[in-house]
């Protein structure tokens, strides 16, 4: 195993990855990433936020399309036709510019991409496994590692009639009914755009209103909205059984309000029930990093773990599972390490939901 010293190793390429990198080696560290994945970007630019804002805006023109009123405009259309291949391939080649993108940063800046799986060995170690095993030393570590979709115990994800939102982004046909557990971010953006291509649509939700954390004023008429969209919502129910057959999945849900029992079948469901922190594999226990009892890596003011040497960033840490929080978070832990004030306000971390209307807040809410 060949040793190498580094002022900054970067555990994963996502979001606060990346860009702590980018900004490390711009202030003149030695830097390099440890990916296991293909492509560089995380689950941000290659199965989360990029691809699912690419299918948002190909969907919001087909829906548009299909039932704006162009008439009025002096636009007319003889037959409107879905040509879902063409949408996905456009959504890959958006991803692909992008990773393709981040990969340029780091040939630009003299980042080192390490391609393997990192595991941290010492307060100054990174272990990276892989085709060229080999141990990094470095003088700081950030671990930006990321995190994994939720899956529930009797709806375990089979990428082919349960789906985690990596399947529902690559789905080759229009679901006939998608049925999504959860109604947060994710069920409302990837729900939105198959409502939007002629799916029927609906969202099953443990609480009593969708988008938990966002001002209930604002959301009783959001869900008025998506409503006569076509989404229809089964909200404070909780789904207790599944059975997944050729053609789709039957659940079995409890309204907890009413007490009462029913069942729903579709041909495909999306599970998206929210993420959890992904430090399985990284050792923390064993050196002494401390983990809370929801798996996300405890840290500072300053973003430190309880080894000083030891950074953690995004989502494998406490606060919202944001891609812009994460990269706010990864130019902090560069700056700091560098000698300088890096900083995040998170009272001005802004949270968005890409449906239409788009639905956005900062700050506290009224409730808050």
Known sequence: MAETQFDLVVIGSGPGGYTGAIRAAQLGLKVAVVEKDKTLGGTCLNVGCIPSKALL???????????????EHGIKFQKVELDLKAMMSRKEKIVKELTDGVQF??????IEWIK????????????????????????????????VPIELPFLKFDGRRVLSSTEALSLSE???????????VVGLELGSVYARLGSKVTVIEYGPMIAGGADQGVVKQFIRILKKQGIDF?????????????????????????????????????????RRAFADKLGCE???????????????????????????????????MLAHKAEEEGVAVAETIAGLKGHVNYETVPYVIYTWPEFAWVGQTEEQ
């Open 57 to 71: 805006e190909s969907s919001e023109h087909f829906g548009m399309a299909m039932h704006g009123d162009f008439a």
């Open 105 to 110: 940063l780091f040939g630009k800046n003299k």
């Open 116 to 147: 393997g799986t990192g595991r941290i060995t010492g307060p100054n170690q990174v272990t990276v496994d892989g085709e060229a095993p080999q141990v990094l030393s470095a003088k700081n570590i950030m671990i930006a590692t990321g995190s």
């Open 174 to 184: 229009v679901p006939m009914h998608l049925v999504v557990v959860g109604g947060g």
């Open 234 to 274: 089964k909200l404070s129910c909780k789904v207790t059984e599944s059975e997944v057959t050729r053609t789709g999945v039957k659940l079995k849900y409890e309204n907890t309000e009413e007490k009462k029992t029913e069942t729903i079948e579709g041909d495909y469901v999306l599970v998206a029930t929210g």
């Open 286 to 320: 064993k050196i002494g990093i401390k983990v809370d009892d929801r798996g996300r890596v405890e840290v500072n003011s300053h973003l430190q773990t309880s080894i000083p040497s030891i950074y953690a960033v995004g989502d494998v840490i406490k606060g919202p």
